[in-house]
């Protein structure tokens, strides 16, 4: 079973550089989110969907940007990478808009030099 | 203040201890409440859901106080195997908010 899958599992910017995080799950999940993840800070909420074409912003939006063409994709853009963004980026999904279980992915780690 | 807060720990155990995590929230909203385990290096897994009325699963109990707006998570008879950081989650609208961890080391 796939569930939540997260690619790259690695990756090394330079400041400015744009990248994708991308993030796919086969369960028909309505819901999908991505979180980082600091040390000290947990988990902290970056932009969230309910459904394909329907996207919002969670806490720590700002610098990055999200689309849900599909039910199963979940996309994260970083436009202008920064030290600040280094951490550990986690996409999520679950069954339905509101309540449940939140399935993760292996996580994303990122470094902007 | 942080919406959801933890006691970081860590907690370092024997074998067989009983231990008991904390968890405050500030929205007075949230509707739905978690525990969730983070193994070193891996992703969030659902410990236990919490219920109103306390809930019960095995060494893990975990109990809710909506009037203090508190969360608590009880492990009993503790194993090597509990090693990790226990994640307090609260659910306020549709997105999920969590806690930093507590980390709990358990000792032979």
């Known amino acids: 079973n796939a569930g939540v899958t997260q690619t790259p599992k690695f990756q090394v910017l330079k400041t400015g550089q744009s990248m994708t995080l991308q993030c796919a799950q086969d369960?028909?999940?309505?819901?999908m989110s991505w979180y980082r993840q600091d040390p000290g800070m947990g988990l902290r909420l970056i932009h969230y969907?309910?459904?394909?074409?329907?996207?919002d912003q969670g806490e720590v939006p700002n610098g990055y940007n999200v689309s849900r063409s599909t039910t199963e994709d979940f996309p994260l853009r970083l436009l202008s990478a920064a030290p600040s963004q280094t951490s550990v980026y986690f996409c999520?999904?679950?069954?339905?808009?509101?309540?449940?279980?939140?399935?993760f992915g292996e996580g994303s780690r990122l470094t902007v030099l | 203040r942080k919406e959801v807060e933890q006691d970081p720990g860590p907690f370092n155990v024997p074998e067989g201890a009983t231990v008991a995590f904390n968890c405050t929230y500030s929205?007075?909203?949230?509707?739905?409440f978690f525990w969730y385990r983070q193994d070193c290096r891996k992703e969030p897994k659902l410990l236990m859901s919490?219920?109103?009325s306390g809930n019960e699963d095995g060494r893990f109990t975990a109990q809710l106080n909506r009037a203090s707006q508190y969360i608590s998570l009880l492990i009993r008879d503790s194993k090597l195997s509990d090693s990790a950081t226990y994640l307090c989650?609260?659910?306020?609208?549709?997105?999920?908010?969590f806690g930093a961890g507590t980390r709990l080391t358990v000792k032979p």
């Open positions: 929205n007075s909203a949230s509707q739905s």
């Open positions: 919490v219920y109103s």
């Open positions: 999520a999904s679950r069954r339905d808009r509101s309540i449940g279980e939140l399935f």
């Open positions: 969907s309910v459904g394909a074409g329907i996207t």
């Open positions: 369960m028909n999940h309505e819901y």
């Open positions: 989650v609260v659910n306020p609208n549709n997105d999920m908010r």
